[in-house]
């Protein structure tokens, strides 16, 4: 494992240059994923020296035979990742590519330095100290040929089982609708502890709005007051839907209808000289205070401290100015981000203003979401065409390989029925992990699949299979675990996803496909 990661470390480097908030977990993930080549191959290795066989021949065995099913399994779940490329989001595309290149390479390590070592671990003599060492494990052979382990995995009434299953997964189907749709919500790349993000959220709490508006780009001083009249003019009205409840802009500073109120100032100090109703030390207060009044020059645009100004003119262009549109409402998730974006391009065209452009960084998070709802179906589509592809090529038999994608997609529905009970939903990040989770449940049919065709009994195969099975899932757990522990809540949410996933799968895996594969020779028997 650790020759294979540095592989991939050096094949990353010259094929990408780096790595992103994801792909930098890489090695625990791949850790993970990778050891269950090993779990397997050295598994049926141990078997076949119980069995008396030589180094030799026990190898040919586990690396010939074994060694075809991890094949299989490999290049099923490499083509799974290589569908991730085909997104048009960068995060998938380089999540693909390193998890392509790293189940590869810990594939090609295993196949070459792990007989070697077991060669050479053959001719050493181990040392007092370690000969406790397996003390600390369980004895799985104990457990595998006890009348409990029966009794919970050996399939009895296979046909009923097989109900049961279709039953619970039709059920999970009804979650599909609400689990299908991708969540956003604000921070979820960010770790909340962050002194920043502290210091934001108090800012937010004390100017009782957010201070990060957005900005509405004007070409021209003539459409930037336009914009800021026509937006003030459907606060005042009190228009509804309006998903913004302040304006500002450089026009904002400009005293309105200037000339007019001198005119009307004009008028009515003319009509206060002609009076004599009033008292003469009132009456020239009065009028002192009108002709300071049109003695002023009219306030224009250049007037305005440049203090002011340079918040709403473009340093570097000219006649480009800001007008600044603060949310009604908060657009802390996705859905409230959807619905202020509508909001305001819907504003936009019912006010002709469509050479207004809009800057908004939550705009960046909704379009991210729409695009991935866009391409979920398709990369799906996708990724289960790979599958399908790969999967036909290595069982040759289209019983068997539907059988398999029954049941993954049985763990698929059971895994939206699980996320749906348990409150998580799928959002930008985690979602790239389900072709990790389907890939991590073939790896184990076609493992499981590929012993049932070696004539051997069932009770041998869930003795000699089911704790391998369970200790690779477990490795793969474990790898995924790590995202458990980090403070982002989007980098939290792939670990809960995979962790349930490839829970699942491995127990439907262990408990479904058993009774599928005695239906199934039951079914060819008759």
């Given at each position: 494992m650790t020759v294979s990661l540095i592989w991939t470390g050096g094949l990353v480097y010259f094929f990408l240059g780096h790595l992103n908030m994801m792909t930098g977990f890489g090695a625990a993930i791949l850790g993970g994923l990778g050891s269950d080549y090993g779990i397997y191959l050295l598994t049926r290795y141990y078997h076949e020296r119980s069995l008396g066989h030589g180094v030799k021949a026990a190898c040919e065995q586990a690396f010939g035979s074994t060694g075809k099913a991890t094949y299989g399994s490999m290049l099923t779940m490499v083509a799974g990742l290589v569908a991730l490329v085909f997104s048009k989001f960068g995060v998938f595309v380089e999540f693909g590519i390193v998890g392509a290149l790293g189940l590869v390479t810990t594939y090609v390590g295993m196949m070459l330095i792990v007989p070697a070592l077991l060669t050479i671990s053959e001719k050493w003599k181990y040392p007092v100290s370690w000969k406790g060492f397996g003390k600390i494990f369980p004895n799985t052979d104990a457990w595998t040929t006890s009348a409990t382990f029966q009794k919970i995995f050996y399939p009895r009434k296979a046909f009923l089982g097989v109900i049961l299953i279709f039953i619970i997964c039709a059920i999970s189907v009804f979650t599909l609708p609400v689990q299908s749709k991708i969540f956003f919500e604000e921070g979820q790349m960010e770790s909340p502890d962050l002194p920043g993000n502290k210091l934001g959220r108090r800012v937010n709490q004390v100017m009782k709005h957010t201070v990060d508006p957005t900005v509405l780009?004007?070409?021209?001083?003539?459409?930037?007051?336009?914009?800021?009249?026509?937006?003030?003019?459907?606060?005042?009205?009190?228009?509804?839907?309006?998903?913004?409840?302040?304006?500002?802009?450089?026009?904002?500073?400009?005293?309105?209808?200037?000339?007019?109120?001198?005119?009307?100032?004009?008028?009515?100090?003319?009509?206060?000289?002609?009076?004599?109703?009033?008292?003469?030390?009132?009456?020239?207060?009065?009028?002192?205070?009108?002709?300071?009044?049109?003695?002023?020059?009219?306030?224009?645009?250049?007037?305005?401290?440049?203090?002011?100004?340079?918040?709403?003119?473009?340093?570097?262009?000219?006649?480009?100015?800001?007008?600044?549109?603060?949310?009604?409402?908060?657009?802390?998730?996705?859905?409230?981000?959807?619905?202020?974006?509508?909001?305001?391009?819907?504003?936009?065209?019912?006010?002709?203003?469509?050479?207004?452009?809009?800057?908004?960084?939550?705009?960046?998070?909704?379009?991210?979401?729409?695009?991935?709802?866009?391409?979920?179906?398709?990369?799906?589509?996708?990724?289960?065409?790979?599958?399908?592809?790969?999967?036909?090529?290595?069982?040759?038999?289209?019983?068997?390989?539907?059988?398999?994608?029954?049941?993954?997609?049985?763990?698929?529905?059971?895994?939206?029925?699980?996320?749906?009970?348990?409150?998580?939903?799928?959002?930008?990040?985690?979602?790239?992990?389900?072709p990790v989770v389907l890939g991590g449940g073939i790896d184990i049919y076609i493992h499981f699949s590929h012993r049932f065709d070696e004539r051997i009994p069932m009770r041998e195969i869930l003795k000699g299979e089911v704790p391998a099975m369970f200790i690779s899932s477990l490795t793969s757990m474990v790898g995924f675990g790590g995202f458990l522990l980090v403070s982002s809540s989007g980098l939290r949410s792939i670990g809960w996803v995979s962790v349930l996933g490839l829970g699942l799968v491995t127990l439907m895996a262990v408990f479904g496909f058993p009774r599928f594969l005695l239906l199934g020779a039951r079914w060819k028997n008759k």
């Amino acid at each position: 494992m650790t020759v294979s990661l540095i592989w991939t470390g050096g094949l990353v480097y010259f094929f990408l240059g780096h790595l992103n908030m994801m792909t930098g977990f890489g090695a625990a993930i791949l850790g993970g994923l990778g050891s269950d080549y090993g779990i397997y191959l050295l598994t049926r290795y141990y078997h076949e020296r119980s069995l008396g066989h030589g180094v030799k021949a026990a190898c040919e065995q586990a690396f010939g035979s074994t060694g075809k099913a991890t094949y299989g399994s490999m290049l099923t779940m490499v083509a799974g990742l290589v569908a991730l490329v085909f997104s048009k989001f960068g995060v998938f595309v380089e999540f693909g590519i390193v998890g392509a290149l790293g189940l590869v390479t810990t594939y090609v390590g295993m196949m070459l330095i792990v007989p070697a070592l077991l060669t050479i671990s053959e001719k050493w003599k181990y040392p007092v100290s370690w000969k406790g060492f397996g003390k600390i494990f369980p004895n799985t052979d104990a457990w595998t040929t006890s009348a409990t382990f029966q009794k919970i995995f050996y399939p009895r009434k296979a046909f009923l089982g097989v109900i049961l299953i279709f039953i619970i997964c039709a059920i999970s189907v009804f979650t599909l609708p609400v689990q299908s749709k991708i969540f956003f919500e604000e921070g979820q790349m960010e770790s909340p502890d962050l002194p920043g993000n502290k210091l934001g959220r108090r800012v937010n709490q004390v100017m009782k709005h957010t201070v990060d508006p957005t900005v509405l780009i004007a070409h021209g001083a003539d459409e930037e007051e336009k914009i800021v009249t026509l937006l003030d003019e459907r606060l005042k009205n009190n228009a509804s839907n309006l998903v913004y409840d302040r304006v500002l802009g450089l026009s904002s500073f400009i005293p309105q209808e200037q000339i007019q109120k001198k005119k009307l100032l004009a008028r009515i100090l003319n009509k206060l000289t002609q009076t004599t109703l009033i008292l003469k030390s009132e009456k020239d207060y009065l009028s002192e205070t009108l002709k300071d009044s049109l003695a002023a020059p009219v306030v224009l645009r250049k007037d305005i401290p440049y203090e002011v100004r340079r918040l709403f003119e473009a340093i570097h262009q000219k006649d480009i100015y800001a007008v600044f549109l603060f949310p009604a409402f908060s657009r802390a998730d996705s859905e409230s981000m959807k619905r202020y974006q509508d909001g305001v391009y819907a504003l936009k065209k019912e006010l002709g203003l469509l050479d207004m452009e809009v800057a908004d960084g939550t705009f960046i998070a909704s379009d991210t979401v729409r695009l991935i709802e866009r391409e979920a179906p398709r990369g799906m589509f996708l990724i289960l065409t790979f599958f399908t592809i790969v999967l036909f090529v290595m069982v040759k038999s289209w019983t068997r390989g539907l059988m398999i994608l029954s049941n993954l997609l049985g763990s698929l529905f059971l895994l939206s029925g699980l996320l749906w009970l348990a409150g998580i939903r799928l959002n930008i990040m985690n979602i790239a992990v389900i072709p990790v989770v389907l890939g991590g449940g073939i790896d184990i049919y076609i493992h499981f699949s590929h012993r049932f065709d070696e004539r051997i009994p069932m009770r041998e195969i869930l003795k000699g299979e089911v704790p391998a099975m369970f200790i690779s899932s477990l490795t793969s757990m474990v790898g995924f675990g790590g995202f458990l522990l980090v403070s982002s809540s989007g980098l939290r949410s792939i670990g809960w996803v995979s962790v349930l996933g490839l829970g699942l799968v491995t127990l439907m895996a262990v408990f479904g496909f058993p009774r599928f594969l005695l239906l199934g020779a039951r079914w060819k028997n008759k």
